[in-house]
């Protein structure tokens, strides 16, 4: 920035006072511009600025798209309903586990029998109903009806059981809760502890023997409420949509609030960014309580257009006969994914698919390669972003390893930035001004982005708690007195803008794609084990797919003073066939 003032400075100067003419005015500005270090800044220009251009033309298109939505009022369902106008009878989505296939209309109708049914059972704008059951299209018809009455669906992961399962539906102040027949005894389990007001719904098999006293059937229910379109709240683009559950780095999850401008932001920047047809068939095996799996991957259906084939479960063994089936043309994953097909045995299936592009996040650089070749895929459409964060990342040029890029020749486009960092506590690290300090390519830094809460690519929606929302902003980042989201992640970038995921802050371990708080599973090693000090923290074991955990107790302080400590390691495994 200072070179371009320079050279401003010296035009102004050779041509308005000096009076030399154009032809010796221009040579003079670039060997000046060259020789005090332009030239590098030129090669950077050269290699990315078609990328940097497609990225602001992705960018002003959706911000161009959402500025409408606000002005019209829009929502998810009604983005919806244009997209059933255009594709009525087009196949929306495509359960794998029982071959079902619903249309456009068929989606729209029976999520207009789940707003009907909740408003004759008396649930009105603003209530929340938590949602916990397994991947079916169903699922996304029960959110997406709920939304359109403006009652907001709380997305429970249907791993969670117990204590965890109960602060989740209570933060929430769901009044109700729908959950799949698979997890009952989950939810027996834990149904005095939930209140006797919270109303019970089950879809799918129903045992009246079996679920909690007072619960209902919901598919009965659903078969006989009207298929037509209710009256609609007064909802706008900015409201509350549903809430995604994060893992939080020192405790119990956290309820994001995902409002209508963010699912469709999500949804769009990866649908343009990657450039994506609506004739294109995505396959999604990742689960619909994360926003992978229910923004990226479903969203794709209800705003444009595409066919979705949702599956239960991710199966190894199976992938690739699904998208051979299905003739799916994009897949989505998360780095373990990779992993685990790249240790399945070589079957034919495996290039007789027509998968052009993978699409998610994860995927390490030592198998990224191995992981395009091994199966004829053309792009690996990486992508960096948290449910709640303002800072996402798209890998755009397919460049190996990285999981998007900031531009270098326009940074003020997208004002993201990586920022030093204290490497033991992770504290922000400031100058003499009190800003924080911009890091150099190649310099590890936490990734942060400019919080501006009337632009709605830049704003941040938080969580539930307003604490935990807090605790994500800091003050005087760019500049001072403004604030930015803290992302929490360590990330690298080099000289053409490229970002590397490095490291995650905070006291957290991967397992199958989720991170998980270790603070929470040493509260429950310590009711289990009967062990009063417990500290947990994950490490990698070579060779295997494995996460393992030291666990250290403090049993007495011996007469000379020393502190005698037990230590066990506990290992979890994490299959590499069909799990």
């Not at 006989?224 to 780095?249: E, M, N, V």
């Amino acid at each position: 920035m200072m070179r371009l003032a320079c050279c401003t400075a010296l035009l102004f100067v050779l041509r308005l006072l000096v009076g030399l003419p154009w032809y010796q005015v221009l040579p003079a500005i670039l060997i000046f511009y060259l020789g005090s270090g332009g030239w590098s800044f030129l090669q950077i220009f050269a290699r990315t600025v078609g990328r940097d251009l497609h990225a602001a033309v992705v960018l002003l298109r959706v911000k161009m798209n959402v500025r409408r939505h606000l002005r019209e009022k829009n929502t998810i369902p009604k983005i919806f309903a244009e997209t059933v106008r255009r594709h009525g009878d087009k196949t929306a989505l495509i359960f794998e586990g029982t071959g079902e296939r619903w249309t456009f209309r068929q989606l729209d109708e029976y999520s207009n029998r789940v707003a009907n049914l909740l408003l004759e059972r008396g649930f009105r704008e603003g209530d929340v109903v938590a949602l916990f059951m397994e991947n079916r299209s169903q699922y996304v018809g029960l959110w997406l009806g709920m939304a359109k009455i403006g009652v907001e669906a709380a997305l429970i992961n249907f791993n969670l059981r117990l204590e965890a399962l109960v602060h989740c539906v209570t933060i929430s102040n769901a009044k109700a809760v729908v959950f799949g027949s698979e997890l009952t005894d989950a939810v027996s389990e834990v149904h005095s502890s939930m209140g006797k007001a919270v109303q019970m719904f089950c879809s799918g098999e129903w045992d009246p023997k079996r679920v909690p006293q007072g619960t209902e059937c919901l598919e009965p229910l659903l078969d006989g409420a009207p298929s037509h379109l209710p009256s609609r709240p007064q909802r706008c683009f900015t409201d509350r949509l549903f809430y995604i559950y994060t893992s939080g780095t020192t405790g119990m999850p956290k309820a994001a609030i995902v409002v209508h401008s963010r699912y469709y932001r999500m949804a769009a920047l990866v649908y343009y960014g990657f450039k994506m047809t609506s004739d294109d068939v995505l396959y999604d095996c990742l689960p619909l309580y994360h926003s992978a799996g229910n923004i990226v991957g479903v969203g794709q259906c209800l705003i444009h257009g595409m066919t979705v084939v949702i599956r239960k479960k991710f199966s190894a063994s199976r992938f690739w006969d699904d998208c051979v089936k299905y003739n799916c043309t994009i897949v989505q994953y998360i780095g373990e994914i990779c992993r685990y097909l790249l240790n399945q045995p070589v079957r034919d299936t495996e290039q007789q698919h027509q998968v052009r592009m993978a699409l998610g996040n994860g995927l390490r650089q030592s198998i990224w390669e191995e992981f395009m070749n091994r199966f004829n895929i053309s792009q690996i459409a990486e992508f960096y972003g948290a449910t709640e964060c303002n800072c996402s990342l798209g890998n755009f040029d397919n460049k190996v390893g990285a999981c998007g890029f900031n531009s270098q020749i326009l940074p003020f486009i997208y004002p993201i930035r990586l920022v030093r960092v204290d490497e033991e506590t992770m504290e922000l690290i400031r100058g003499p001004d009190g800003v924080c300090i911009p890091c150099k390519p190649g310099e590890p830094g936490q990734l942060v982005g400019r919080i501006i809460q009337n632009d709605p690519l830049r704003r941040f929606d938080g969580y539930v708690n307003q604490s935990a929302t807090s605790k994500k902003i800091a003050q005087s980042v760019f500049k001072k007195g403004d604030s930015a989201y803290l992302s929490g992640d360590v990330l690298i970038m080099d000289e053409n803008g490229h970002m590397y995921f490095k490291d995650r802050t905070g006291d957290t371990f991967r397992w199958k794609g989720e991170n998980v708080s270790t603070t929470e599973v040493e509260g429950t090693l310590s009711r289990l084990l009967d062990m009063k000090d417990v500290v947990v923290y994950g490490v990698e074991v070579p060779g295997y797919w494995r996460v393992s955990w030291e666990i250290y107790r403090t049993c007495h302080i011996g007469s000379k003073g020393k502190i005698t400590i037990t230590g066990i390691t506990i290992y979890w495994g994490c299959r590499d066939t069909d799990e």
